[in-house]
């Protein structure tokens, strides 16, 4: 029976742990999978839930942050090193950059059969210094060298990955995107609508648009609420927006919010009705799917965004910026609407013509579902990282 070392950077919302998650739960039962990541931050939320739904026990190394220091890098490194000496895996399998480096290095040092590295997004821009990021990409180049198999989570990743960042040769680059159980966002639609909409009292002839995930700097929420102001002065419906998540760049959203006179609320929203929300971490986020109307997201860099596959599984429009692999999750003029990196002009245009235009809204609604259900499931997603392994295993 093969068995593999999974190693993810921390056990937080997001893709990776999804990913993790399922591929460990829903592998054949030939393989023996032990699952092993950092905690997450203080202001991210936990992805416990999900582990546990799923019946799933990991091995947590605290000292695996998300902070480069040395200290606990070199103990969580010793740690996962010590795993593999214990575990004997014929595949380590790291997803995300700090899991990958030292999950990789340890795997290299005991001589692992095969070791593959999931890129689930990358730091190579938006990040850092021009000196870091070059720091990073000499790392994740001799990383990559020694790796047997490196996977981009979109057609564009790979791209970037291979040839405009020449991490890997492209044909060391394997493209499995991201897998989900979608099933969810469209199981009971209306009764989850109203009965969100009736914790937000939001009303019926209310538009609510929603951006959902970490309030931190790569995430460019100004970008959003500068598009917000803009759809505010020229529209005469009545709109209520709604940022799920939180962060570092908290009590930055609120100032720029004030500075633009956008009326805000924060969690205690069952008292309270503002333009704008801020309602941290929802954990059934199907629900707040269902009780919106567009999905927007402003980010400077991403992988593969998370909450626009689950946009559209729950029959919402996205209005977002075009970075990482967002153009092989939206289908322009399709499925939403996209627009260059802080673009203000046409992100703005793009989210007031959404508010503006119900057929187009109800037109892009229809179509997510078919774009999402079989594309990003969790069964392909199993099945395609079972044949990289078989391929490897050879």
Known sequence: ?????????????????????YLTKYLPSEYETLLIGGDKEESEDSSQHILEELGLNPMIIPEMRRAIRFGNDYAAYKKIKQIIEEFKPDIVHTHASKAGTLGRMAAFACNVPAVVHTFHGHVFHSYFSKAKTTIFKR????????????????????????????????????????????????????????????????????????????????????LFLNALRYVLDHTDKKVRAFIIGDGESRDAIINLAKDLNIPLSRSNVKFEISTLTLTSWIKNIDNVNAGMDIIA??????????????????????????????????????????????????????????????????????????????????????????????????
């Not at 564009?156 to 291979?162: F, M, V």
């Not at 029959?315 to 990196?341: A, F, H, R, W, Y």
């Open 139 to 222: 790392i994740e180049k001799k990383l990559a060298l020694k790796s047997s198999a490196i996977v981009a989570i979109s057609a564009i990743q790979k791209e970037e990955l291979g040839t405009v960042h020449k991490i890997a040769p492209l044909d060391k680059i394997e493209v499995i995107p991201l897998g989900f159980d979608l099933e969810r966002f469209q199981h009971n639609l209306a009764e989850k609508r109203a009965e969100f909409r009736k914790e937000y009292k939001i009303e019926n002839d209310e538009i609510a648009i929603g951006i959902i995930g970490r309030l931190v700097p790569i995430k460019n929420h100004q």
């Open 297 to 394: 997201l402003s980010s400077l860099n991403e992988g593969t965004p998370v909450s626009l596959i689950e946009a559209q599984a729950a029959n919402n429009p996205v209005v977002s910026t075009n970075v990482g692999g967002i153009e092989n999750v939206v289908v322009q003029n399709k499925t939403g609407l996209l627009s260059d990196i802080e673009d203000l002009e046409t992100y703005s245009a793009n989210l007031l013509e959404l508010v503006e235009n119900d057929a187009k809204r109800e037109a892009m609604s229809k179509e997510g579902w078919k774009h999402v259900k079989d594309q990003y499931s969790y069964k392909r997603l199993v099945s395609d990282v079972d044949k990289l392994y078989k391929d490897l295993l050879k």
């Open 1 to 21: 029976m093969p068995k593999v070392l999974r190693i993810i950077n921390r056990f937080n919302i997001g893709g990776p742990t999804y990913n993790a998650a």
